[in-house]
């Protein structure tokens, strides 16, 4: 069994940062896959990052490519979502999720077994 617990998210500006941070417990994060989702208000929930479970690899939603990030801490086990020039569309809750399949990192929801309990990111105009 995995338990993921998210923070860091809260209200920010528009141009602003934020890092949100999924820490993991039951096993060890560093081989696994991780992906970050989000749902904004009326939305249905989608993909917004990716890395594989080597580390090396990182996917990223075409709205967040060249502004999000992802990075590892290992010691920790801990993932962290690493978010730049935030705009008034990228207010949503955002949830870490951990694939059934170790290796399995793409954007289908049905693929993670594991899910955070969300955190609200909110950026103002």
């Known amino acids: 069994q995995v338990q993921l617990d998210e923070s860091g998210g809260g209200l920010v500006q528009a141009g602003g940062s934020l890092r949100l941070s999924c820490a993991a417990s039951?096993?060890?994060?560093?081989?696994?896959?991780m992906a970050w989702f989000r749902q904004a208000p009326g939305k249905e929930r989608e993909f917004v990052a990716s890395?594989?479970?080597?580390?090396?690899?990182?996917y990223f939603a075409d709205s967040v490519k060249g502004r999000f990030t992802i990075s590892t801490d290992n010691a920790k086990n801990t993932k962290y979502l690493q978010m730049n020039s935030l705009t008034p569309e990228d207010t949503a809750v955002y949830y870490c999720?951990?694939?059934?399949?170790?290796?399995?990192?793409?954007?289908?929801?049905?693929?993670?077994?594991?899910w955070g309990q969300g955190t609200q990111v909110t950026v103002s105009s």
């Open positions: 890395i594989d479970w080597s580390g090396g690899i990182t």
């Open positions: 999720a951990v694939p059934g399949r170790s290796y399995y990192s793409g954007s289908r929801q049905e693929e993670y077994d594991y």
């Open positions: 039951g096993r060890t994060f560093s081989s696994y896959s």
